[in-house]
């Protein structure tokens, strides 16, 4: 990994999945560095990190992206901290030991994001950057909510998966990922959820946050339906 040493200081995020990882750093006015993934098949992932962390420069923040399935939004009125796996498990039964199950607050919506990664992996990260912030990969899709009027379907495209926020202003009323081969799949995706909340077709706001490695269109088609469809382009290490 190249980095421009005449840069001040410096904030990496590690990005990571069941398949790999991925870094990506940044100056201090947040331009975007230098990135790369890594494969962790048949390798150690503390060995593998240690030896591509050794070469880069002292980092200002360190954050790890967990890109998971397993993720619940509960009203936070009903979180008890001692029971947030239990709270998991509702939704996704199969949950393991193997996991850590984390969770995040949101004040805009009042809302607990609880969800879970394998806990080996987070370990590894730990033990080179002890301090360490850790986020779902839809955080930013979370704290874009607080700014959004109307009724409104934002989708998170990343590989195979569609993760789609529905709100009725900054009150979600649908968090939740589907699985996606065409784009028509994912048209389906976003009709099923507008007739099952009723929101108006012809007010409806759109926003589609779509990964770098992600070549998928679906708003070709969404544009013949809707009026207001927004792209927003999402850099990851390539």
């Not at 750093?25 to 975007?32: A, K, P, R, T």
């Not at 879970?116 to 850790?134: L, Y």
């Not at 839809?138 to 993760?163: F, M, P, V, Y």
Request: proline share 4%.
């Amino acid at each position: 990994m190249h980095i421009n040493l005449t840069d001040k200081s410096y904030s990496l995020s590690i990005r990571m999945s069941p398949d790999g990882f991925s870094l990506s750093v940044y100056s201090e006015d947040n331009d975007l560095l230098s990135s790369e993934r890594h494969s962790i098949h048949n390798a150690d992932l503390t060995q593998c990190l240690g030896s591509v962390c050794a070469s880069l420069p002292g980092f200002t923040s360190v954050s790890l992206v967990t890109v998971a399935d397993v993720y619940t939004l509960i009203p936070a009125i009903h979180f008890d901290a001692d029971k947030a796996k239990y709270f998991l498990q509702l939704q996704h039964p199969a949950l393991t030991e193997a996991s850590q199950v984390l969770h995040t607050y949101y004040q805009h919506t009042g809302s607990i994001l609880i969800y879970a990664f394998d806990k080996q992996a987070i370990k590894a990260v730990q033990t080179i950057f002890p301090q360490i912030s850790i986020q779902h990969h839809l955080h930013q899709l979370i704290e874009a909510n607080q700014e959004a009027t109307g009724e409104q379907i934002s989708i998170w495209l990343r590989s195979g998966k569609a993760d789609c926020l529905a709100s009725r202003g900054n009150s979600i009323q649908l968090l939740n990922s589907y699985p996606f081969q065409t784009e028509e799949d994912i048209v389906y995706h976003v009709l099923n959820i507008l007739h099952h909340l009723h929101f108006n077709h012809e007010t409806i706001q759109i926003t589609i946050y779509r990964e770098s490695d992600i070549s998928i269109l679906p708003e070709d088609i969404l544009k013949n339906y809707f009026p207001s469809i927004n792209l927003k382009n999402i850099p990851t290490a390539i």
